[in-house]
């Protein structure tokens, strides 16, 4: 169940102008001790953003020439999204316009579908099915819960699974992943360890800090400390021997229920041991800030999955933002409670919509709104950035990838969906760059073309982090080709 | 004489000779006292997890404690039925945090922080075991705790190896998830076990208090008394505890959707516009949730009439309630009592506001929202999602270019009746007019304000004639209060309100092998139209009692 809850006007805006505040004091003096000396750590950061960005794409099948919406009609016709230049020269757009400072940076790709989700999903679209394709380029399943709800699964893992999993293999953290999330309003997670596997994540600052700080320490261990250490193990010893004497009574079918449990058991009682080996400043926070309470919520788990990396407990950090309600419209839209529902005022603010002499407010309230999630990714890309490693910075030894389920989410336009990277992966991508994949006619800037998916990018990918893998993803009769995305190294 | 021992001597053969499996099937069939015509068949036992509301009251009533101390904890559903990383640590975290509290050493026959005592923790492991796993502990599960608290031991002192066994037990799979292994029995159809006394017993008590068994029932388990009259004895009583009463009313608010859903909010989160509504705030809407609650209550207090659900009159209410339904006197402030709504403004459930201001938007009332819960959960039958093009900007009514002003209904009515809404919209629309008198926080109107472009109010006559279309109790009403006297008619309506108890109970879809023991409890809801005698027909089924042999 989404649950949601009201954000004043002049509250949000004090919570987007609070991220010009400096970072705050977190293991500063510790970052750089546990952070790889050469370019050869690299770490992946996924921030996803329920509901789409605020684009003018229309839906359409792969490999067609589409026209974007002009906003001659009742469509909006606005991209706020795209950079201003179709050219690899990279000029921001209105969203990634607060993001200036760091642009030599970033990487925006554009001209990418949602293949998988395009070959796939009926309408070429929908929430679930596009949460369950975006980051798995997967195939998907629709099925009925437990309570009579629909839910669409992926059968693949999401590329950040994938990432934690070889890192981890690679080089050891005491958390495969750090995993937090805003809540508001969305239809599912885009996060999947594989088939019909999704992915929780921490939606309470408390809570997120204890599963990830609770034993960490600036200092030696205490004895108390240890002592608590030594009993958990104890206790996830015990309760992983109670699972195994399960498991052989019972079907393939729930044998599969209590290896997932063995499984996570055993990357619980990991964590504990590989703490032992950790010490670190955790980062501070108000404890009674509220899981609804989404524009403070935000920087506190920005912070704890900076921290988690600049302490080294973990290579691979997802944030996911649900869509945050936007009851600060005026009527005669408010109060909405959805930002989701805020977008999909796309078609009544464009030339024949009701609402066309609102237009111009409405971009400037949807740009407010998305600049807010860009905010919080511009948070953590300053945090990675401030900490020295090598020749550069964390964040040059790393990869942030930002992306939504949807382009244009009025219309639920899986076509050219928000793609923007920061980070070089350790020079592996040549950032600063625009990457337009659009093949159309690039004197027409309505047309649009594209034989590009985001399996070709997770392919890209993957390369980087110096796994040689030739495509990501199922191979999906339809997918105009596979491999690696050109021209991002 | 001689009879008496020929009477011996064919009573000794019997005992000696195999008995033809016909005659076994008769003879276990009559045991069981299965309903006639209920063919004995039932679904396989799959593992399933506790749900979030499950596993707050299964550690409550294990570790003996009160709801307030359960119910910050929040456990999310494993979508698709595989736990996630974030179970299993929260469980981790749950069970850490309660034992830190010392929750579990009521249970503790010695003094943890004294002279370590082996055979207090023996005696522990017996007493906790039985309440976690809904059962006595078996050697081999005694032998492994044993071990841990050996181990624990070797590197912990006393009471922190209690602790360590206590979350041991809390979190392993004989509490978290729920687990029935069935028996062979000669005489059963090919492929069939019978649950076993203990897993039966949970059955029932999961059914009827999404909790673990009392003392009584596991006794009765435990000594065998859960036969066919046995275990209607034991359902008739689990059925007259207060905890029956919480789990009926919150399977009801679950059925109406009160608490949320992925499409809409909870009764405390709906959006409401303030300067419509000066009167609604936060006491208001835990007010309305208590008036919606105590009618369910009640109703489960009669027996659970389906007819009184959807009908009755009566209303527990406040001060600010009593108010917001027309009621005078209005008791004062925040005294409850019982009172009488007004008969041609209200009937049950789908006339109160909490699921009114539920189904509707911040400032109007929503008739596509409330036509298609009515048809979603009322009837199960649920329409597709709109296509990704709808128009959802909210209805607001408006004036023609001529200057008259238009209903909501009539702007709902345009809106959806083009060609690629009108398939669902032609059943969906009729469904929610009837509900026009009521606005958007639940508040009888008797007429509806409508905003012109230019910010002028005006009122217009409402028309809240409609019908269930498509139904078994399809007919033209005029208002909610005739849609709800349908509702209550309904055999459809029943139906799907047995469905909805057998998939909670069962945590999953009605398989094939289940059909006519759902049948059996659909017939029996008809019939007497309770609530309570649906749940007791469930007990009765084979489906229920059974499990199929799962495939390995």
Redesign the interface.
Known sequence: ??????TGRRAFLRGAGGFLLALPGLELTHGEAWAQATGAAKRFITFFRHGGTATNMP?GAIDRLLRRYDGSGAPQGANLWNPTDPSANLVLGPIHSILSAHRSKLLVVTGVDNAAGILQAP?L??HRWANSTILTAARAVE???????E?V?AQGPSIDHVLETRLQSKSPTPFSSV?VKVLGHD???PFF?GA???????ANPA?AF??YFAGVTPGAPSPELL?RR???I??????T???R??AP??????R???D??LT??G??EGRVRALNAISCTPPTFNRTTTDRDAERVGPIMVDIALAALRCGLTNVATVEVSDIIT?WLPQ??????LGH?LH??A??VGATG?YAAKRQQWLDEMQLNRQWCMGLFRRFLQGLDSVPEGNGSMLDNSLMLYTSEFSNGS??SINDVPLLLAGSAGGHFRTGRHINCNVANPTDRLAYQTRTGTHNLYTSILNAFGFPDAHFGADLPGLAFKGPLPGLT | MRRIWLLSVIAIGGCDEPENPASQRRRVAAEDDFPPGVVVDAAPSTLRRLDARQYRNTLRDVLGLGDADVAGIQLADDEGGIPSLLTVGTIDDVTGDLVAKGAHRKLLSCDANGAPDDACAASFITTLARKAFRRPATSDETQWLTGVYESARGALDFAASIDVLARVILESPLLVYRYEEGEEREGLPEGLLRLRPHELASRLSYLLWDSIPDDGLVDAAANGRLDARGLRAEADRLASDPKARTKVVQFVTDWAELDGSPTHVSIEEAVKDPTLFPNDNPALRAAVRRETEELVGRVWDHGGSVNELFTSREAFVNGPVAQLYGVTPAPAGDTWTWTALPADQRSGLATRAAFLLVFSNADIASPIRRGAVVFRQFMCTPFPPPPPTANDVQISGGVDPTGRPLSIREVVTTTTMTAECRSCHERLNPAGFPFARYDALGQWQNAERVVGSDGTKYDVAIDATGELLGSDVAGSVDGAVQLSEKLAQSRRVKDCLTMTAWQRAMGRAVMGEEVSSVDYVKERLATTGRIRDALAAMVETPAFRYVRKAVP
């Open positions: 169940m989404s649950k949601r809850q009201g839906r309408y679209g929908g099925t009925t819960t437990s309570t009579g709800r839910a699964l995993r239809y599912g997670t360890s019909n596997k999704p992915i929780g994540s921490h809570k204890d599963a002592r030594a009993a958990n104890s206790v996830l010893e015990g309760v021997e109670g699972y004497r399960l009574k019972l079907s393939s079918q729930d599969q229920v209590v997932a449990h996570h058991l990357e619980l009851s005669p839209w408010g109060p909405l409670d529902t999909h005022l078609r009544d009701p219309v639920h």
